[in-house]
């Protein structure tokens, strides 16, 4: 199995451009979501879903897009990059557990994106 | 200010010690994780929990609900085991929004 597949590992990008990053499981699994990660902020939601056809804003959606048309992919598109888009962004997807949340997740490698 | 609280921010310790990262949230939530990431940057999920206790080898978590608080318990602590630990709670009534605390950075020395 290849887990979870994010690609590009590395991205600059020049503000107003935009780009997709993609992201793919191969392990069936019903959530998948999208992070930023930021020097002295952590971890931040940007958006998740829970199925193929349903998406949902996490805590930082502004700038970003994102479909889930199977239940394979989840790609992330910044539709004009801008300066405060640059950061380190994970891919993550999982089971639901028996209640119907998301269970352990699997990440992927990262991208780095630096946007000029 | 955070919903999700980590402390401490640092903690060093020597190999074999016995640690305790703690995780507070303000938010009422329906499970709280547990991951962990290398210094290369790497992110492992190691607990899920929605009440009492998991373990893994030597890391055990636990929950309290009603106090709202988790902590992670690393026993016998190895150098192998220096990373940042990052809790995140899953908003009750939510089949997703996780919040994310800062992380506790631990360094373990040999």
């Known amino acids: 199995n290849a887990g979870v597949t994010q690609t590009p590992k590395f991205q600059v990008l020049k503000t107003g451009q935009s780009m997709t990053l993609q992201c793919a499981q191969d392990?069936?699994?019903?959530?998948m979501s999208w992070y930023r990660q930021d020097p002295g902020m952590g971890l931040r939601l940007i958006h998740y879903?829970?199925?193929?056809?349903?998406?949902d804003q996490g805590e930082v959606p502004n700038g970003y897009n994102v479909s889930r048309s199977t239940t394979e992919d989840f790609p992330l598109r910044l539709l004009s990059a801008a300066p405060s888009q640059t950061s380190v962004y994970f891919c993550?997807?999982?089971?639901?557990?028996?209640?119907?949340?998301?269970?352990?997740?699997?990440f992927g490698a990262g991208t780095r994106l630096s946007v000029l | 200010k955070n919903e999700v609280e980590q402390s401490p921010q640092n903690l060093t310790a020597q190999e074999g010690e016995f640690i305790t990262i703690n995780c507070s949230y303000s938010?009422?939530?329906?499970?709280l994780h547990w991951l962990q990431q290398h210094p290369g940057g790497g992110i492992v999920s190691l607990f899920m929990?929605?009440?009492g206790k998991k373990k893994h080898g030597r890391l055990i978590a636990t929950i309290n609900i009603q106090e709202k608080h988790s902590s992670l318990h690393i026993t016998a602590s190895h150098p192998r085991d220096s990373a940042v630990y990052i809790c995140?709670?899953?908003?009750?009534?939510?089949?997703?929004?996780?919040?994310f605390g800062k992380g506790t950075k631990l360094s373990v020395k040999p």
């Open positions: 929990l929605s009440s």
């Open positions: 392990m069936n699994h019903e959530y």
């Open positions: 995140a709670a899953l908003s009750g009534g939510s089949q997703g929004n996780l919040i």
């Open positions: 879903s829970v199925g193929a056809g349903i998406t």
């Open positions: 993550a997807s999982s089971r639901f557990s028996s209640q119907f949340i998301p269970n352990i997740q699997y």
């Open positions: 938010v009422g939530i329906s499970a």
